[in-house]
């Protein structure tokens, strides 16, 4: 006391004291030094430093030292005796990083700056609190004479940056000395659009703290942006208008001409900004601007209005309305009008000018169909409440979201008066139900307001016992939100069911014992006397759901009560104490055991005791507790032959592990389910931890084998964890070449798998056989091609590993049939440029790598590559063949959604004139419970066929078939024999969509008849038929799922080409069709074949008949074919001609001639950069990108014929 004060005597006679404490601390570390030095009396600070000895770089409070405390209240000769003290540390830093100079420049005493500065070469550049350096000091603090002694050092960096990016600049601004900012900017040069925190200008800050002459001076340099934008695209008058000084803002518009409609990166005007804000006048100002826009909408759709409603200024909103004639029922962020923002933010006065305009909507609901009066109702202010229903006649039981009335909404947000005003009105129902069935009461009992809960049960008599959501009634949702007033009240209720059920059997007390409040169950068993044995869902007491939730005291609550059994059995078998060990409560568990003698090794679910539960739940101090109890059996077996080592070593506890396996020796080679061990279960679950614990125990066989022969290698591979397979193959020495399930290795299941790395560790190892046959004659190499496709694993393979690349597997496939049949181009390519590739090689069924190419999913791609590159034998393959695969592949590639189609053989008609072709194709869903047998004994769904005779096939038909199948589950083959009359119809009539409508479709020769009639409820209604295709049209897309952009399309055959390709319905008014080739208008909306599938059928001709002709003679073409030109034909015409064949030909080298074409400024870089970099897709699709924007640009091109042929 006697240094803060300056008592200098006071001070000499105390220190004179033998037990006088000199360096004593204060509660903030503060010595008496630092207090004389704080008060300045350099006598008492010279006579405790000299005469005492004090310790000069003491640290007090926020680690400053006596040096710090000077400087920072400007005590000038007590910082010059100091700094005369050779021990004094002048560079030492506060808490906050900050020096003495810092301090000094601060407080603004620039006699001892400069001392600091010249006398004692303090460094002026050092970073203090934020970064900050001296003159960024001394500039926040406005002390000009400091910045000019300080920016006169050449030393002096005045550019130097803050963490927050911010220059000594951007501070003057921002504190708004005048002085200081023409120093930086005139004198020193300093930039004027520097940009600094979140990108904002040295104008930005002096914008944002009104500092009309700092923003004058600014605007008046050549230099300064005045719409430069900060990273929110915030420009200088944004801020301005946020910090609401008008003078700033004219200057701006009128005298700087800025952009009074600027957006932000939000979409935020400045007319925006002020109106959040509440500026009046900068409101008044921008509007009288011609040029500003008052309708201005940001990125939510809010208007100025929307904001100015918010924010409460009611002279703006008025302004806006009256003045400016604003669209007070607009909607903004969803669909919110200025009344509902009004009523939301609780302003009275806007609701109250709002609503007496007769233009303004008051019933208007938002996106979530909520009123105005939801929103009042919700936000809590009782006047707007009472002015909406009485003075403007609101409908007080209009429904929002989720059904919810005003009353819920009151309820909900816990807003007593509101719902006392509400339940008033006679037109108020009280029992209204929610989407959910809850009433207002069932709200008001979860917000936990009892007194809402009161007024509702005592005064408006609401039905204590309705049932709301899942059948839980009031006292249910109390019970679970823990609100025990709520639940007191309701239950002294005489009417109130205390046993009340929901719908899964739950009853009050089951909740409240999962919620955890033992008052409200304490009451509920005590005072109400509830079932403590009661059992809910899946046959659960409250003791379990006590045990589950992990609520001790409540546990112990309830087992104090002799009626509760402790051993109750849920549905599952599942006792409390398996729950308390699943939920990881040592203390209910030992409470349990220890206390009430439950039986740990009780069996549960799957027969898993306590220990079992604790260990896949990873709850190693449960496990501690009960191993170390002597009936615990450590060895139990569940239903699976688990004992609960395996279940650790699933759930990746290395801790549990080894306290089993150390503490207490539990078996490490214990055969489980499959025969597998602890070993095979950690590594199927991928911990290596676990993994190299086990391992190192002597005891553990680590090479057993599961009942399918798999070791804990070929589960490591499957799993594909590397470090776990590094660890077995190179420190624990295991056999590479062990044989598991199906004669697998683990080589095998590395390749299925497509890991590379884990492939290259296996292959290294010396005895790795790469050439191991499984049971199917599959070889490591036909596991890479077929199932993972992993262009390294397959490399590796064969250009490293020498791997045979005309090994025979199952069905007698070579590595290419694999290739081909899965679409591998990349991999094709590396195995047919081997030189001992036999791309001609046969199968069992005789099909070459060319025929599985063609099979199923159609690969033209990798065809064409075969054909035209390597020369392939075509033999054998038909011009049909190769025009169902390159149609097939054009769709695909158009974006166009088809089904498979399969050609049958020759069948004959049923009068057995003639032999016609059938296409089958299977419907897109497969039923689950309709089977067949594949090739290679698995199972798989059987598709439903539909059978179409080629030549002539209504078109509904087709669609009729596909929505009628989608609800049956048959093995029944369909087959529709067609007539060619026109006049005969083929109805079927069949329940579908969301809404049970029954539909009727009706096929004719060449469109399609959809009549709609509504189901409300279980009862038909007697509504009209629709004759709409447009209704129809909604209710089929519910049921196909098959949509391209606006259309739905189906593969059928053309009538007129016999060549199947989609029919479109299309949604427009003109629409086309295809009779005999032609293309024909017309003004109906229904089914038809569209002008781009008729083209694209044309384009599949074209390059059929180029593929047949090339099949007959045998011949291959360079991998870098031009397409044709004919120079007598348009170029937009000529390229979709023979777009498909361009596409074909860039597939087959896309990356080279994406950048020939890119170094042509044929295509951009953005198309070339994608088809080079990007994954995912394969050549052919790459390809065609290209072609697409080839073709819309063609018809500029100066000169087609030299675009075409580069």
Same mark, same amino acid.
């Given at each position: ?69 000077? *400087? ?19 560079? $030492? ?30 460094? %002026? ?139 932000? !990166? ?97 019933? $208007? ?30 409908? %007080? ?11 819920? &909404? ?42 809402? +809960? ?95 939730? *992990? ?46 003698? *439950? ?13 079992? +539960? ?110 776990? +397979? ?23 299941? $590395? ?70 049949? !899965? ?43 075969? %054909? ?52 089958? &194709? ?9 089977? !067949? ?118 593969? +059928? ?96 080298? %896309? ?56």
């Amino acid at each position: 006391m006697a240094c803060l004060n300056r008592n200098f005597e006071a001070v000499q006679f105390l220190t004179n004291s033998t037990e006088c404490n000199i360096e004593a601390e204060g509660n903030d570390q503060d010595r008496p030094l630092h207090l004389a030095c704080k008060s300045g009396n350099v006598d008492i600070v010279r006579h405790l430093v000299i005469d005492k000895h004090c310790d000069v770089n003491a640290k007090g409070r926020n680690g400053l030292t006596p040096l710090h405390r000077a *400087c920072l209240n400007r005590n000038f000769e007590t910082v010059q005796f100091l700094t005369s003290y050779t021990e004094c540390n002048i560079e $030492a830093e506060g808490n906050d990083q900050d020096r003495p100079l810092h301090l000094a420049c601060k407080s603004g005493n620039v006699d001892i700056v400069r001392h600091l500065v010249i006398d004692e070469h303090c460094d %002026v550049n050092a970073k203090g609190r934020n970064g900050l350096t001296p003159l960024h000091r001394a500039c926040l603090n406005r002390n000009f004479e400091t910045v000019q002694f300080l920016t006169s050092s050449t030393e002096c960096n005045i550019e130097a940056e803050d963490n927050v990016q911010h220059r000594p600049l951007h501070l003057a601004c921002g504190s708004g000395n005048l002085d200081i900012v023409r120093h930086l900017v005139i004198d020193k040069h300093c930039d004027v659009n520097a940009k600094g925190r979140n990108g904002l200008t040295p104008l930005h800050m002096a914008c944002l703290n009104r500092n009309f002459e700092a923003v004058q001076f600014l605007t008046n340099s050549t230099e300064c942006n005045i719409e430069a934008e900060g990273n929110d695209q915030d420009r200088p008058l944004h801020l301005a208008c946020e910090s609401g000084n008008v003078d700033i803002v004219r200057h701006l518009v009128i005298d700087k001409h800025c952009d009074v409609n600027a957006k932000r !990166k939000d979409g935020l005007t400045p007319l925006h900004m002020a109106c959040l804000n509440r500026n009046f006048e900068t409101v008044q100002f921008l509007t009288n601007s011609t040029e500003c826009n008052k309708e201005a909408e940001d990125n939510d759709q809010d208007r100025p209005l929307h904001l100015a409603c918010e924010s409460g200024n009611v002279d703006i909103v008025r302004h806006l309305v009256i003045d400016k004639h604003c669209d007070v029922n607009a909607k903004g962020s969803n669909g919110l009008t200025p009344l509902h923002m009004a009523c939301l933010n609780r302003n009275f006065e806007t609701v109250q000018f709002l609503t007496s305009s007769t233009e303004c909507n008051i019933e $208007a609901e938002d996106n979530d169909q909520h009123r105005p009066l939801h929103l009042a109702c919700r936000s809590g202010n009782v006047d707007i409440v009472r002015h909406l229903v009485i003075d403007k006649h609101c409908d %007080v039981n209009a429904k929002g979201r989720d059904g919810l009335t005003p009353l819920h &909404m009151a309820c909900l947000n816990r807003n007593f008066e509101t719902v006392q005003f509400l339940t008033s009105s006679t037109e108020c129902n009280i029992e209204a139900e929610d989407n959910a069935q809850d009433r207002p009461l069932h709200l008001a009992c979860g917000s936990g307001n009892v007194d809402i +809960v009161r007024h509702l049960v005592i005064n408006k008599h609401c039905d204590v016992n309705a049932k709301g959501r899942d059948g839980l009634t009031p006292l249910h949702i109390a019970c679970l939100s823990c609100n025990f007033e709520t639940v007191q009240f309701l239950t002294s209720s005489t009417e109130c069911n205390i046993e009340a059920e929901d719908n899964d059997q739950d009853r009050p007390l089951h909740l409240a014992c999962g919620s955890g409040n033992v008052d409200i169950v304490r009451h509920l068993v005590i005072d109400k006397h509830c079932d403590v044995n009661a059992k809910g869902r899946d046959g659960l007491t409250p003791l379990h759901m006590a045990c589950l939730s *992990c609520n001790f005291e409540t546990v112990q609550f309830l087992t104090s009560s002799t009626e509760c059994n402790i051993e109750a059995e849920g549905n599952y078998q599942d006792r409390p104490l398996h729950l308390a060990c699943k939920s990881g409560n040592v203390d209910i568990v030992r409470h349990l055991v220890i206390d009430k003698h *439950c039986d740990v090794n009780a069996k549960g679910r799957n027969g898993l005791t306590p220990l079992h +539960v604790a260990c896949l739940n990873r709850n190693f101090e449960t496990v501690q507790f009960l191993t170390s109890s002597t009936e615990c059996n450590i060895e139990a077996e569940d239903n699976d032959q688990h004992r609960p080592l395996h279940l650790a070593c699933g759930s990746g506890n290395v801790d549990i592990v080894r306290h089993l396996v150390i503490d207490k020796n539990c078996d490490v080679n214990a055969k489980g389910r499959d025969g597998l061990t602890p070993l095979h279960m950690v590594c199927l679950n991928r911990n290596f931890e676990t993994v190299q614990f086990l391992t190192s125990s002597t005891e553990c066989n680590i090479e057993a084998e599961g009942n399918d022969q798999d070791r804990p290698l070929h589960l490591a591979c499957q799993s594909r964890n590397l470090d776990i +397979v590094r660890h077995l193959v190179i420190d624990k020495g295991c056999d590479t070449n062990a044989k598991g399930r199906n004669g697998y290795t683990p080589l095998h299941y $590395a390749c299925e798998k497509g890991h590379f790395e884990m492939v290259k560790i296996l292959t290294n190892h010396p005895q790795c056989n790469t050439e191991a046959e499984n049971s199917f004659n599959d070889r490591p190499l036909h596991k890479a091609y077929y199932e993972s496709g992993n262009f390294d694993i397959v490399r590796h393979l064969v250009i490293d590993k020498h791997c045979d690349v005309n090994a025979k597997g199952r069905f007698d496939y070579t590595p290419l049939h694999y290739a081909c049949k !899965k679409g591998h181009f990349e991999i094709v390519k590396i195995l047919t440029n081997h030189p001992q590739c036999n791309i001609e090689a046969e199968d069992e069924n005789n099909d070459r790598p060319i025929h599985l190419a063609l099979s199923g999913k159609t690969h033209m791609n990798i065809v064409n590559y075969l %054909v035209e590159v390597k020369g392939c034998n075509t033999q054998g393959i038909t011009t049909y063949d190769m025009k169902v695969s390159s149609y097939l592949h054009i769709y695909q590639s158009s974006g166009i959604a088809l089904l498979r189609v399969v050609k049958s053989g020759p069948m004959k008609d049923k009068v057995g004139r003639k032999a016609v072709k059938y296409y089958f &194709m299977p419907c897109a869903l497969k039923p689950a419970d309709v089977e !067949k047998e594949e090739r290679d004994g698995s199972v798989s769904p059987v598709p439903l066929l539909i059978c179409f005779e080629c030549g002539y096939t209504p078109v509904g038909v087709f669609c009729c078939l596909v929505v009628y199948l989608l609800d049956q589950k048959t093995d029944q083959v369909l087959e529709w024999k067609l007539t060619g009359n026109d006049q005969y119809r083929n109805r079927i009539t069949f329940h579908v969509g969301k809404y049970h409508d029954t539909v009727t479709l009706i096929s004719h020769a060449t469109y399609l008849e959809v009549w709609v009639q509504q189901i409300k409820g279980s009862q038909l209604s007697t509504s009209d038929l629709l004759s709409s295709l447009h209704k129809g049209l909604v209710t089929v897309t519910q049921s196909l799922h098959y949509t391209y952009k606006s259309k739905h399309e189906f593969g +059928v055959p053309c009538t007129c080409t016999g060549v199947p390709h989609p029919a479109v319905i299309d949604f427009n008014e003109s629409a086309t069709k295809c009779v005999n080739g032609r293309i024909v208008e017309f003004n109906e909306k229904q089914l038809y074949w569209s002008k781009k599938v008729v083209e694209l059928n044309n384009t599949i001709q074209n390059t059929s008949s180029k593929v047949s002709s090339q099949t007959e003679s045998h011949k291959s073409s360079s991998s870098h074919g031009t397409a044709a030109v004919d120079t007598e034909v348009c170029p937009r015409d000529l390229f979709r001609e023979h777009s498909a064949d361009i596409t074909q030909c860039i597939s087959l080298d %896309v990356v080279r001639v994406a950048d020939r074409l890119f170094a042509a400024k044929v295509i951009p870089e953005q198309l070339r950069n994608e088809v080079s970099n990007v994954t995912g897709l394969d050549d052919y699709r790459k390809a065609n990108k290209m072609t697409v924007h080839i073709q819309n640009t063609l018809s500029c091109h100066s000169n087609p014929i030299e675009y075409l042929t580069e």
